[in-house]
């Protein structure tokens, strides 16, 4: 009767907030103890373990799930790199859609515009991406590039953002226009953003939410508070976009293992040669992390609303740090390989210096007024 009385002073938004979670778990639920699933979930605990910080990434910031999925598999869990991205789609298809939900039903600030035209043509993005840089005959729709060089240049984009966030906490520099012009110069470059993250996303699952977070927030001026929902309601459509592409259409779930309990085939592609399940099985690792990943979201949504704008930004900026510091402990090939040790060092230098360049000179760039100056 208590729990009753409670329920009924809630506002039908908060209660279709926590209703959302709740429905897809018992469904997940449903669905795992009718075919027998629940076993093969629980084998993946691992997934489960890394989803739960980030499943609240993904709600919390403009990096998205992916930002801790792709680093943790292929570093860690020694996934193949296109395993992880797809893992990183799929369960972002989860986790960032509830996510998008909650901050929609919590009436949170997102720039419409920015969403209008980011959304499409990251999708368009992250097509090029697989088509151009990717080979849809094998199993998991490999790169034809160096998987290595996917993880560090995703690692490149975010030591960009990690400096550039620390600079503007430095100089208390949030972005001041809560809703800037939308001018000829901010459209063209917000969709070269978003293509350019799209494509990004094809390699590693997560991109096209950092890349549009640092345009509308560090080149024209938009509100942390609003930039940061906003990049996560594109990555939630374009995670449901390779989510239909990767699994719906290429059947990268279809999962058949030989005798021996590996990996053999994927929607009857042979995995030449076989791995082992804890690291290619797609479908037992999204099927473990779905009922975290509804949960951690939102929570990730709702508890970053509570930040202060400077603790937003430094949130943002420690968390892209330590992607960055990961990357150079963790990655061997880039220790050994004297062309990726190249490639890091100098693509470092070239996006952390055109990064401030372009903050400097946005409003040339971009033709904004000045500070005080009528638009």
Request: overall charge positive; glycine content about 10%; cysteine-free.
């Amino acid at each position: 009767m208590i729990l009753l009385n409670a329920l009924r002073r809630l506002s039908w938004r908060t209660r279709l907030f926590y209703a959302i979670p709740l429905g897809v778990t018992l469904a997940w639920l449903a669905a795992v103890l009718a075919t027998g699933e629940l076993s093969r979930a629980a084998s993946h605990w691992q997934a489960s373990l890394t989803m739960i910080f980030g499943s609240f990434l993904a709600g919390s910031s403009p990096e998205g799930g992916g930002a801790v999925a792709f680093p943790v598999f292929t570093k860690v869990l020694h996934t193949p790199a296109e395993v992880a991205r797809t893992f990183s789609l799929s369960i972002q298809a989860v986790g960032m859609s509830v996510a998008s939900a909650a901050i929609l039903l919590a009436r949170r600030p997102i720039d419409v515009r920015a969403y209008a035209v980011a959304a499409p043509v990251g999708i368009v993005g992250l097509l090029a991406g697989l088509v151009l840089l990717g080979d849809p005959d094998t199993p998991f729709w490999s790169f034809r590039i160096s998987a290595s060089y996917a993880k560090v240049t995703f690692t490149i984009v975010l030591a960009a953002m990690s400096l550039i966030m620390f600079v503007m906490l430095r100089a208390r520099d949030a972005g001041t226009d809560r809703r800037p012009r939308f001018s000829p110069r901010i459209v063209s470059g917000l969709a070269l953003a978003a293509l350019a993250g799209g494509v990004i996303t094809s390699m590693t699952g997560t991109g096209v939410n950092v890349l549009l977070f640092l345009f509308v927030v560090v080149m024209a001026g938009l509100h942390p508070s609003i930039g940061v929902p906003t990049s996560i309601l594109v990555m939630a459509t374009v995670s449901v976009a390779g989510f239909l592409i990767l699994v719906v259409a290429h059947g990268e779930f279809d999962i058949a293992f030989n005798a021996a309990g590996q990996v053999a085939s994927v929607d009857g592609r042979a995995l030449v040669p076989p791995l082992p399940a804890g690291e290619a099985d797609l479908f037992g690792l999204w099927l473990a992390s779905v009922p975290i990943v509804v949960w951690g979201a939102p929570l990730g949504t709702w508890v970053v609303s509570l930040l202060r704008e400077e603790w937003l930004i430094a949130f943002i900026g420690v968390l892209a740090l330590t992607e960055v510091v990961t990357t150079a402990f963790l990655l061997d090939d880039l220790w050994t390989n004297a062309a990726l040790t190249g490639y890091f060092v100098g693509g470092m230098l070239v996006a952390m210096t055109g990064i401030l360049l372009l903050r400097r000179f946005r409003r040339a760039i971009l033709g904004l007024p000045e500070p005080g100056a009528e638009p």
